[in-house]
């Protein structure tokens, strides 16, 4: 076997979940050169400049929510593990920052791991994994061997090549999901100023995307098959709300089509795009967030999967002894819904990551830890609004508050109810507290006796529990 590195702790993956990871080690107790992060992200120049207030309206208060809102002032040279959500967010705008991972508490800058003795391995793909000899190769050839892994390699975007969409190859169409693909989208946006463009997909990348490239001054459509936006949380109500919000920004809305070629001009560059209904937008620029997929090939065969992610228990860890999955990869009990779940948000991204070094660390001290019981959190932010939604969006729903979109201060909500219990609760507009009092209520899950009334109390029924 080729030489190699040997670690007793290895994550794999330098995102969300192996930050928080690797917080969590520090805290717990970790011997300098027993941990190694290794990660495919490349060394770079990521300017974190500090948070600003800007006429756009980001605030550090809407840049994060205030649990795990943090200042980035440094000018970071290596791309240690950072949040990922800023990339389509602040990241984004003339004066663009991200943050290093480690919010509401001691930042994770490059220093923090070499003071901790916690090696970065950077720029370093791993192309082989053997869980029998514990052995990782990379693409350059390198074998890190370990006695515990985390795998926390998160997702990877679909793009229409994989759909092989006529033209989807062409200069200018782009995605987001790393740091690369946001210097790319920084780069077309300053270079294509006062342009035209499409963004394909009605999700979160559609949804955060549209309004970043308005905001940015472009002229922007937006196209999705499904006939309302974030189909898979939003009610039909709820999206009605946004898509009049965005319409009255001047963004284009059209639903229900797909986009099924693209012309480009001599260099490659996009021009247009072609719906499936016939119709042809002109284009400089394109953005898909058509949805992605969890990175888990490399342990295709060697362990249990489910639901497209690698099968876990309570504390993380896989069908294979002494190897965890966290974050996006891991599909997990949830407890409170009793049954089994992937999540591809950052608050579980971090959570599981904790969760997961508590079990390792307590495990090697003979302590138990307590099963993993997630309360589903998911959050977006664009143009001046603010949501967050908890629990299950299961049931009869109803709505509530002031959901016009040409309010000054638009404050509505939606709660999912089951069996009489309200399963998930949804929020525009909410304050902290209020915020706090809408989980509370998907997690106790309160008896609803008159579903008239819970309407006619709204917010106020949250308050109460
Ligand atoms: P994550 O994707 O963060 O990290 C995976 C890491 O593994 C990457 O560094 C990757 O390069 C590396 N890797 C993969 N394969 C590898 C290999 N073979 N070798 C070496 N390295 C490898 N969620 C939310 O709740 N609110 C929000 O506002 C947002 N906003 C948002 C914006 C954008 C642009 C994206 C793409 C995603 C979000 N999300 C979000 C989702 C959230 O960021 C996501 O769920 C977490 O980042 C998942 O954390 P992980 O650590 O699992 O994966
Ligand atoms: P998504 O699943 O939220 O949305 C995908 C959307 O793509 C669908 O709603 C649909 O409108 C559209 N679509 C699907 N197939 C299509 C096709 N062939 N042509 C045109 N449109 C098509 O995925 P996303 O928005 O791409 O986000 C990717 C990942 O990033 C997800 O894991 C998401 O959770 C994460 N993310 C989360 C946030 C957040 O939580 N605020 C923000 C950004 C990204």
């Not at 809407?62 to 980035?72: A, D, G, I, V």
Request: glycine fraction near 10%; proline fraction near 4%; aromatic fraction near 10%.
């Amino acid at each position: 076997m080729a030489s190699g590195k040997h670690f007793k702790y290895v994550i794999l993956g330098g995102g969300v979940a192996a930050g928080y990871a690797a917080r969590e080690f520090a805290k717990q107790g970790v011997q300098p050169g027993e941990l190694a992060i290794i990660s495919k992200e490349a060394l770079g120049m990521a300017p974190c400049a500090e948070i600003f207030v800007d006429k756009v309206g980001f605030t550090p208060a809407n840049c994060y929510t205030s649990e795990y809102q943090m200042r980035c002032t440094d000018v970071v040279e290596l791309v240690a593990p950072y949040e990922r959500p800023a990339l389509s967010k602040g990241y984004l705008f003339p004066q663009r920052f991200h943050v290093c991972v480690g919010s509401g508490g001691e930042r994770l800058l490059p220093e923090w791991y070499s003071e901790k003795g916690i090696e970065l391995i950077l720029s370093t793909e791993i192309v082989k994994a053997d869980l029998s000899t514990k052995t990782l190769t990379s693409a350059a050839g390198a074998n890190f061997t370990y006695e515990i892994l985390l795998i926390a390699t998160g997702s990877s975007v679909i793009k229409l090549t994989d759909f092989g969409t006529q033209g989807a190859d062409s200069n200018n169409i782009l995605y987001l999901r790393e740091i690369d693909d946001a210097d790319k989208l920084v780069a077309a946006i300053q270079a294509k100023k006062g342009g035209k463009a499409v963004v394909v997909g009605g999700g979160y990348i559609g949804l955060e995307l549209s309004a970043v490239l308005k905001m940015n001054d472009l002229d922007v459509t937006m196209v999705f098959p499904e006939p309302w936006c974030m189909p898979r949380l939003f009610t039909a109500d709820i999206a009605a709300f946004y898509e009049a919000y965005y319409t009255n920004k001047g963004v284009k809305i059209l639903k229900g089509t797909l986009a099924v070629g693209f012309d480009a001009n001599a260099d490659g560059d996009v021009t247009a795009v072609k719906l499936k209904d016939g119709t042809v937008l002109e284009a400089d620029i394109v953005v898909v967030g058509v949805g992605g997929r969890p990175l888990t090939t490399l342990f295709k065969g060697q362990v249990s999967e489910e639901k497209g992610g690698i099968k876990t228990d309570s504390f993380f860890e896989t069908s294979v002894p002494g190897v965890y999955a966290i974050g996006d990869v891991a599909t997990f009990p949830l407890k409170m819904y009793n049954e089994l779940r992937r999540v591809e948000h950052v608050d579980h991204a971090r959570k599981s990551a904790e969760q997961a070094v508590k079990a390792i660390k307590g495990k090697e001290s003979g302590e138990s830890v307590p099963e993993y019981d997630y309360l589903p959190y998911f959050y977006s932010r664009s143009f001046d609004l603010s949501w967050q939604f908890y629990g299950d969006n299961f049931g009869e729903t109803i709505l509530f508050g002031d959901s016009d979109p040409a309010s000054s201060k638009p404050k509505f909500g939606s709660y999912w109810i089951k069996d009489g219990k309200v399963l998930g609760a949804f929020l525009e507009g909410g304050s902290p507290d209020e915020n706090k009092a809408i989980a509370k209520v998907a997690k106790t899950q309160p008896l609803v006796a008159n579903i008239e009334e819970l309407k006619e109390e709204g917010l106020q029924f949250a308050s109460k529990i």
